[in-house]
Each structure stands twice: as structure tokens, then as C-alpha cells.
């Protein structure tokens, strides 16, 4: 790739001669350039990247609530069968206390 003041640096002109000063101060400003352009895209992709925290953080979030969601639903479900078998298990046993005792011969 062809740089315009790298070609322009390309004769030796005499050390401390205003072409010599004008080629640094050429040369600076494309270094500062340069400098600029990789902040500015330093700065655009930790944007992004701060957009995509927040978008995940929003999604852990969502997930998170969903899971809790589902544990609280799981907890009330299992408690109500849990009543339910104990319902039965003193059913079953009165009804087995009132059977006559041959019921249980061999």
C-alpha cells in the first residue's frame, strides 16, 4: 500500500532543513491519524461490547425469573401430591382397620 508521506520521506534531504521538518511534521500527523482511527474503533467495539453485556445481563435476568418461576410451580405441585398420598395413606388404613381380622389369614 502506498503511503504519501513515506513516498515523500523517500529523498534524503539535509538533516535540520525545513523539508526534513515539514517530512516529521507530515509523518506525525499521519501517526496521529492513525492513533485517532484505532481509538475511534476501540471505542465503537467496547460499545458494542457493553451492549451485548447488558443485552445478556437482561437474558440471565429473564432466565433466572423463569427458573424461579418453575421451582416455585414444581414446590406447590409436589406438596399437593405429597397431601394426596397421605390423604390416601389414611384412607387405605381406615379402610384396612375395618376389615375383619380373617381377612388377613393365610
Known sequence: MEHPVMDRMDTDPKPGSAQTLEQAALAGAAAI????????????????????????????DDSRRTVLEIRHQYL??????????????????????NLPAECFRD
Open 76 to 97: 406447590e405441585l409436589a406438596t399437593e401430591i405429597l397431601g394426596r398420598f397421605e390423604k390416601f395413606d389414611g384412607t387405605l388404613r381406615k379402610a384396612m382397620d
Open 33 to 60: 491519524q492513525r492513533i485517532i482511527a484505532e481509538r475511534d474503533k476501540l471505542r465503537s467495539l467496547t460499545q458494542s461490547q457493553q451492549s451485548e453485556i447488558m443485552r445478556l445481563r437482561t437474558a440471565n
